[in-house]
């Protein structure tokens, strides 16, 4: 997930632009009609979705998948409040951090295919210029980046980066931007000593994937989009890709009172100017579809799977946490893999619960990176879901 100071930057940031249109497109999408309307847990889950929106969320939606009932989908609240666009199961949502399992992906399919060897330095894959941005590159390997043990300062929590945002809080930032934010930076701890989660990691795997590539972005498309049908699934294919009409309005909770304010270019600012580490937005359906893909080794080979799953413990609680692009979690003693992600306007979860076979992802239009009333709502819809989905 995503981490800036954001109660500062926003209520101060949004208040100086305060006249500014906020609100970006809406339409009415069709949805697909390949789900099962008998699935089991159908009327729990949409009561759940219900509940939370006539609580004061602005909308959501949430897929699962089970072999023995297949898809499922809902959605509630709206997915651009002005107008009350009806949330719809066809709208995009943001994936924000759930990105990086994709980039996981790709990486370890440019590891199979030999082009990419897990421990090899980083500065064998990146120009001089960027490994000199970059404190103690040469000591840092790509499995480093993966698991969130190479101790490179996450940009986003970086002084000098919030006080942009503060002072351009609608101008998009570029990867050398980013880079800057870490020059004369020193690592935060010795490079494979501990896992600390860091959005810079993938923001440099992202330039390693372009230095094989030529263009990471497209190699997703090429090889897991397009293989998978993902026709609902967007990553910096074209300039304006956040700016189609089945994209939801977002919303964020600036002062925690249980009162939104559309923040939908910000969002797409924000969003569109990140690589590796965010940028990616998605139906629902898509969402579960590549997490069902990968946990059935149709993306990778079993033994790559395997890696990814070689969990490295958080130094704060000693569980194991973090593999290669996913999250270890449990819940009422139940395992789940996957990622969640936050950003200024969203935040999602995408699992696999092994034991009940059951893939999920939801996805609401709310920023869930400031406190809040709606903000906590969020919180407990997430775990109200996952209690029905482990029953």
């Not at 980083?122 to 101790?151: C, E, F, W």
């Not at 990471?216 to 700016?243: D, K, V």
Request: aromatic share 10%; with cysteine; charged share 15%.
């Amino acid at each position: 997930m995503k981490r800036f100071l954001l109660p500062l930057v926003f209520t101060l940031g949004l208040g100086a632009c305060a006249d500014a249109d906020l609100t970006g497109p809406s339409a009415t999408c069709t949805a697909p009609g390949t789900l099962n309307p008998m699935h089991s847990k159908a009327a729990a889950l949409s009561a759940i979705l219900q509940h939370y929106t006539t609580a004061g969320l602005p909308g959501c939606a949430v897929a699962v998948y089970s072999p023995t009932e297949g898809y499922w989908a809902g959605a509630a609240g709206f997915a651009k409040l002005e107008d009350q666009t009806p949330m719809q199961i066809c709208h995009l949502q943001y994936g924000q951090s759930v990105a990086k399992t994709y980039l996981a992906v790709a990486v370890l399919k440019l590891y199979e295919a030999g082009r990419l060897p897990l421990d090899a330095p980083i500065t064998d894959y990146l120009t001089a210029s960027v490994s000199k941005q970059l404190p103690s590159a040469d000591q840092i390997t790509v499995r480093m980046l993966l698991n969130h043990t190479s101790g490179l300062p996450d940009y986003t929590i970086d002084p000098t980066y919030t006080a942009y945002l503060l002072q351009h809080p609608r101008s998009p930032l570029t990867t050398a931007d980013y880079l800057g934010y870490l020059t004369a930076k020193k690592l935060d701890f010795k490079p494979g000593s501990k896992f600390t989660y860091s959005n810079t990691n993938y923001m440099v795997l992202a330039l390693v994937a372009d230095f094989i590539t030529g263009d990471h972005a497209r190699y997703l498309q090429e090889t897991i989009f397009t293989p998978l049908g993902l026709r609902n699934t967007f990553y910096h294919n074209s300039p304006t890709y956040l700016q189609q009409p089945d994209v939801v309005n977002c919303y964020l909770e600036r002062f925690g009172n249980g009162r939104v304010e559309n923040v939908s270019q910000m969002q797409q600012i924000s969003v569109g100017s990140m690589v590796g580490d965010d940028g990616l937005v998605a139906s629902p359906l898509d969402f579960v579809t590549f997490l069902r893909a990968l946990f059935e080794d149709r993306l990778l080979q079993p033994a790559t799977r395997q890696q990814m799953m070689t969990w490295v413990n958080d130094h704060k609680t000693n569980k194991p946490t973090y593999g290669l692009g996913l999250y270890r979690v449990e819940h009422q003693g139940k395992v789940a893999y996957g990622h969640g992600g936050g950003g200024i306007g969203a935040g999602c979860a995408l699992y696999y619960l092994p034991e009940q076979q059951i893939y999920f992802f939801l996805g609401v239009n709310l920023g869930t990176l400031t406190e809040g009333k709606l903000v906590s709502k969020a919180g407990e819809l997430r775990k109200a879901l996952l209690d029905e989905l482990v029953k």
